[in-house]
Protein backbone atom coordinates (compact mmCIF):
# COMPACT_ATOMS: atom_id res chain seq x y z
CA UNK A 1 0.00 0.00 0.00
CA UNK A 2 1.35 3.20 -0.83
CA UNK A 3 2.31 5.55 1.96
CA UNK A 4 2.77 9.23 2.40
CA UNK A 5 5.42 10.66 4.06
CA UNK A 6 3.31 12.97 6.05
CA UNK A 7 0.87 10.41 6.81
CA UNK A 8 0.63 9.39 10.67
CA UNK A 9 -0.37 8.36 13.65
CA UNK A 10 -1.58 9.94 16.90
CA UNK A 11 -2.29 7.45 19.48
CA UNK A 12 -3.98 7.69 22.96
CA UNK A 13 -3.43 4.62 25.40
CA UNK A 14 -5.56 5.71 29.02
CA UNK A 15 -7.11 2.88 31.36
CA UNK A 16 -9.70 1.06 29.62
CA UNK A 17 -9.23 3.06 26.45
CA UNK A 18 -6.90 3.74 23.08
CA UNK A 19 -8.19 6.19 20.29
CA UNK A 20 -7.01 8.76 18.23
CA UNK A 21 -6.54 9.97 14.79
CA UNK A 22 -4.45 10.02 11.38
CA UNK A 23 -2.96 12.42 10.17
CA UNK A 24 -2.38 12.66 5.74
CA UNK A 25 -1.55 15.88 4.22
CA UNK A 26 -2.99 17.73 6.84
CA UNK A 27 -6.78 16.51 6.99
CA UNK A 28 -7.27 14.70 10.10
CA UNK A 29 -9.80 11.66 10.28
CA UNK A 30 -11.01 10.30 13.89
CA UNK A 31 -10.21 6.89 14.56
CA UNK A 32 -13.10 4.57 16.47
CA UNK A 33 -11.56 4.01 19.91
CA UNK A 34 -11.55 0.67 21.37
CA UNK A 35 -12.46 -0.24 25.04
CA UNK A 36 -11.94 -2.30 27.90
CA UNK A 37 -14.55 -4.59 28.76
CA UNK A 38 -15.95 -3.09 31.93
CA UNK A 39 -16.87 -6.61 33.45
CA UNK A 40 -13.13 -7.94 33.37
CA UNK A 41 -11.52 -4.05 34.55
CA UNK A 42 -8.49 -5.51 36.40
CA UNK A 43 -8.47 -4.78 40.26
CA UNK A 44 -5.78 -2.16 40.31
CA UNK A 45 -2.68 -4.41 40.19
CA UNK A 46 -0.15 -2.59 38.13
CA UNK A 47 0.68 -5.49 36.38
CA UNK A 48 -2.74 -6.25 34.90
CA UNK A 49 -3.46 -2.83 34.20
CA UNK A 50 -0.58 -2.11 32.10
CA UNK A 51 -1.49 -5.92 30.27
CA UNK A 52 -5.08 -4.88 29.66
CA UNK A 53 -3.38 -1.85 28.22
CA UNK A 54 -1.05 -3.22 25.85
CA UNK A 55 -4.25 -5.61 24.60
CA UNK A 56 -6.18 -2.53 24.04
CA UNK A 57 -3.45 -0.83 21.86
CA UNK A 58 -2.50 -4.32 19.80
CA UNK A 59 -6.41 -4.26 19.01
CA UNK A 60 -6.31 -1.05 17.72
CA UNK A 61 -3.61 -1.20 16.05
CA UNK A 62 -5.06 -4.36 14.00
CA UNK A 63 -6.47 -3.11 11.41
CA UNK A 64 -4.28 -3.08 8.09
CA UNK A 65 -4.71 -0.29 6.48
CA UNK A 66 -2.75 1.42 10.10
CA UNK A 67 0.06 -0.92 9.52
CA UNK A 68 3.31 0.41 8.63
CA UNK A 69 2.52 4.39 9.90
CA UNK A 70 4.62 6.46 12.04
CA UNK A 71 3.36 6.70 15.48
CA UNK A 72 2.91 9.27 18.17
CA UNK A 73 2.10 7.90 21.06
CA UNK A 74 0.43 9.23 24.22
CA UNK A 75 0.10 8.20 27.56
CA UNK A 76 -3.01 9.38 29.93
CA UNK A 77 -1.59 10.60 33.08
CA UNK A 78 -2.95 7.56 35.04
CA UNK A 79 -0.16 5.75 33.74
CA UNK A 80 2.45 8.45 34.54
CA UNK A 81 4.35 9.93 37.67
CA UNK A 82 5.23 13.37 37.99
CA UNK A 83 8.29 15.31 39.98
CA UNK A 84 10.08 18.20 40.41
CA UNK A 85 14.03 18.12 40.28
CA UNK A 86 15.24 21.68 42.23
CA UNK A 87 17.70 23.81 40.04
CA UNK A 88 21.58 23.04 39.96
CA UNK A 89 24.55 25.78 40.42
CA UNK A 90 26.47 23.43 38.51
CA UNK A 91 25.81 21.04 35.34
CA UNK A 92 25.11 17.48 36.26
CA UNK A 93 26.72 14.76 34.70
CA UNK A 94 24.78 12.13 32.83
CA UNK A 95 25.18 9.58 36.30
CA UNK A 96 24.89 12.35 38.79
CA UNK A 97 21.25 13.45 36.85
CA UNK A 98 20.38 9.81 36.74
CA UNK A 99 20.95 9.44 40.51
CA UNK A 100 19.55 12.57 41.36
CA UNK A 101 16.10 11.18 39.47
CA UNK A 102 16.20 8.29 41.06
CA UNK A 103 16.19 9.80 44.56
CA UNK A 104 13.60 11.96 44.10
CA UNK A 105 11.20 9.57 42.74
CA UNK A 106 12.10 7.36 45.49
CA UNK A 107 11.45 10.45 48.09
CA UNK A 108 7.94 10.67 46.51
CA UNK A 109 6.51 6.97 45.94
CA UNK A 110 9.08 4.79 46.97
CA UNK A 111 11.02 2.06 44.85
CA UNK A 112 10.66 3.16 41.32
CA UNK A 113 12.83 0.11 39.45
CA UNK A 114 10.35 -1.04 37.45
CA UNK A 115 9.42 3.14 35.95
CA UNK A 116 11.92 4.72 33.72
CA UNK A 117 12.26 8.32 33.94
CA UNK A 118 13.13 11.48 32.24
CA UNK A 119 13.53 14.97 33.15
CA UNK A 120 13.57 18.26 31.28
CA UNK A 121 17.02 19.41 30.42
CA UNK A 122 19.31 21.36 32.53
CA UNK A 123 19.05 24.90 32.91
CA UNK A 124 20.94 26.89 35.09
CA UNK A 125 18.48 28.85 37.72
CA UNK A 126 15.31 26.51 37.39
CA UNK A 127 13.82 23.93 38.44
CA UNK A 128 12.55 20.82 36.19
CA UNK A 129 9.47 19.03 35.40
CA UNK A 130 10.07 15.03 35.45
CA UNK A 131 8.22 11.99 34.72
CA UNK A 132 7.91 8.46 35.06
CA UNK A 133 6.66 6.01 33.06
CA UNK A 134 6.21 1.89 33.60
CA UNK A 135 9.14 0.35 32.06
CA UNK A 136 6.99 -3.00 31.14
CA UNK A 137 4.50 -0.60 29.66
CA UNK A 138 7.24 1.45 27.65
CA UNK A 139 8.82 -1.80 26.28
CA UNK A 140 5.25 -2.92 25.56
CA UNK A 141 4.32 -0.20 22.97
CA UNK A 142 7.86 -0.39 21.21
CA UNK A 143 7.13 -4.12 20.52
CA UNK A 144 3.52 -3.96 19.36
CA UNK A 145 4.57 -0.70 17.16
CA UNK A 146 7.77 -3.03 15.89
CA UNK A 147 5.36 -5.91 15.45
CA UNK A 148 3.07 -3.80 13.44
CA UNK A 149 5.58 -2.47 10.80
CA UNK A 150 5.35 0.87 12.43
CA UNK A 151 7.73 3.69 13.67
CA UNK A 152 7.24 4.81 17.07
CA UNK A 153 8.25 8.52 16.55
CA UNK A 154 7.58 9.70 19.77
CA UNK A 155 5.98 8.63 23.30
CA UNK A 156 5.04 11.42 25.85
CA UNK A 157 2.11 11.84 28.67
CA UNK A 158 -0.79 13.88 28.08
CA UNK A 159 0.20 16.84 30.41
CA UNK A 160 4.11 16.95 28.95
CA UNK A 161 2.09 17.08 25.38
CA UNK A 162 0.23 19.86 26.10
CA UNK A 163 2.85 22.09 27.80
CA UNK A 164 4.69 21.53 24.71
CA UNK A 165 1.83 22.88 22.49
CA UNK A 166 1.26 25.86 24.65
CA UNK A 167 4.63 26.61 26.32
CA UNK A 168 5.11 29.43 24.46
CA UNK A 169 1.58 30.92 25.08
CA UNK A 170 1.54 30.87 28.52
CA UNK A 171 5.76 32.26 28.24
CA UNK A 172 7.48 32.38 31.94
CA UNK A 173 4.41 34.81 33.57
CA UNK A 174 3.89 33.17 36.98
CA UNK A 175 0.39 30.76 36.97
CA UNK A 176 -0.96 27.76 37.51
CA UNK A 177 -1.96 25.09 34.59
CA UNK A 178 -4.89 23.00 35.32
CA UNK A 179 -4.97 20.26 32.96
CA UNK A 180 -8.44 18.15 33.01
CA UNK A 181 -8.85 15.10 31.27
CA UNK A 182 -11.90 12.51 32.01
CA UNK A 183 -11.35 12.99 35.76
CA UNK A 184 -7.44 12.49 35.96
CA UNK A 185 -6.65 16.02 37.10
CA UNK A 186 -2.87 17.75 36.85
CA UNK A 187 -2.21 20.86 38.61
CA UNK A 188 1.23 22.54 38.19
CA UNK A 189 2.41 26.11 39.50
CA UNK A 190 5.00 27.63 37.66
CA UNK A 191 6.91 31.21 37.28
CA UNK A 192 10.14 32.76 36.02
CA UNK A 193 12.30 30.47 37.50
CA UNK A 194 10.13 27.60 36.15
CA UNK A 195 7.68 24.88 38.11
CA UNK A 196 7.29 25.28 41.56
CA UNK A 197 4.51 22.65 42.14
CA UNK A 198 2.92 19.84 40.26
CA UNK A 199 0.44 17.26 41.38
CA UNK A 200 -1.56 15.03 39.49
CA UNK A 201 -4.95 13.42 41.25
CA UNK A 202 -8.44 12.11 40.74
CA UNK A 203 -11.14 14.97 40.63
CA UNK A 204 -14.98 14.75 39.75
CA UNK A 205 -15.52 16.97 36.71
CA UNK A 206 -17.79 19.81 38.44
CA UNK A 207 -17.40 23.35 38.86
CA UNK A 208 -17.37 23.05 42.65
CA UNK A 209 -14.51 20.16 42.94
CA UNK A 210 -11.86 21.52 40.33
CA UNK A 211 -12.40 25.15 42.58
CA UNK A 212 -11.56 22.80 45.27
CA UNK A 213 -8.79 21.40 43.92
CA UNK A 214 -7.35 24.79 42.67
CA UNK A 215 -7.73 26.24 46.15
CA UNK A 216 -6.06 23.53 48.19
CA UNK A 217 -3.38 23.37 45.75
CA UNK A 218 -2.36 27.21 46.11
CA UNK A 219 -3.27 26.88 49.67
CA UNK A 220 -0.68 24.02 50.34
CA UNK A 221 2.24 25.83 48.01
CA UNK A 222 1.66 29.22 49.40
CA UNK A 223 0.65 30.72 46.00
CA UNK A 224 -1.33 33.67 45.61
CA UNK A 225 -5.47 33.19 45.81
CA UNK A 226 -5.33 35.65 42.54
CA UNK A 227 -3.02 33.29 41.00
CA UNK A 228 -4.11 32.79 37.01
CA UNK A 229 -5.01 29.87 36.45
CA UNK A 230 -4.47 28.41 32.89
CA UNK A 231 -6.93 25.71 31.85
CA UNK A 232 -7.40 23.23 29.80
CA UNK A 233 -10.39 19.90 29.50
CA UNK A 234 -9.43 17.44 27.14
CA UNK A 235 -12.93 17.61 25.97
CA UNK A 236 -15.28 20.40 26.07
CA UNK A 237 -16.79 21.86 29.41
CA UNK A 238 -18.05 25.26 28.92
CA UNK A 239 -19.25 24.90 32.26
CA UNK A 240 -15.84 25.06 34.11
CA UNK A 241 -15.27 28.10 31.86
CA UNK A 242 -14.86 30.76 34.78
CA UNK A 243 -11.74 29.11 36.74
CA UNK A 244 -9.11 29.95 34.19
CA UNK A 245 -7.98 31.38 31.10
CA UNK A 246 -8.99 28.45 28.38
CA UNK A 247 -6.46 26.83 26.64
CA UNK A 248 -7.42 24.51 23.72
CA UNK A 249 -10.54 25.81 22.84
CA UNK A 250 -10.13 26.37 19.44
CA UNK A 251 -11.61 22.92 19.32
CA UNK A 252 -10.82 21.14 15.45
CA UNK A 253 -14.07 20.43 13.42
CA UNK A 254 -14.23 16.98 14.51
CA UNK A 255 -13.89 17.28 18.27
CA UNK A 256 -17.55 17.68 18.41
CA UNK A 257 -18.03 13.48 17.56
CA UNK A 258 -14.71 13.00 19.45
CA UNK A 259 -14.86 10.71 22.60
CA UNK A 260 -12.14 10.94 25.26
CA UNK A 261 -9.27 9.52 23.76
CA UNK A 262 -9.69 11.13 20.41
CA UNK A 263 -9.95 14.16 21.97
CA UNK A 264 -6.72 13.96 23.77
CA UNK A 265 -5.58 13.03 20.66
CA UNK A 266 -6.82 16.12 19.17
CA UNK A 267 -5.27 18.44 21.75
CA UNK A 268 -2.06 16.67 22.57
CA UNK A 269 -0.73 16.03 18.54
CA UNK A 270 -1.81 19.46 18.02
CA UNK A 271 -3.85 18.13 14.98
Request: glycine share 10%; hydrophobic share 45%; aromatic share 4%.
Amino acid sequence: MLRFPSESLTVVLGRGQAGGLRLRRGAVQLLEAVHGDKAVQPAGGAADAIAESLELLERWLRAPELRGLRIRLILADSHVRYALLPSSAIPLRAAEDAALLNARFGELYGEMGEWQMQAEAQRHGQTRLACAMPAALVQGVRELCLRNGSRLVSLQPYFIACCNRWRSRIGRHEGMLALLAGEELVLAGFDRHGWNSIRASLCEATPQALADAIHREKMQHGLAPDLPVWLHTAVPRPELGELGQALGQERHPAAGDACLSQAMALAGGSA
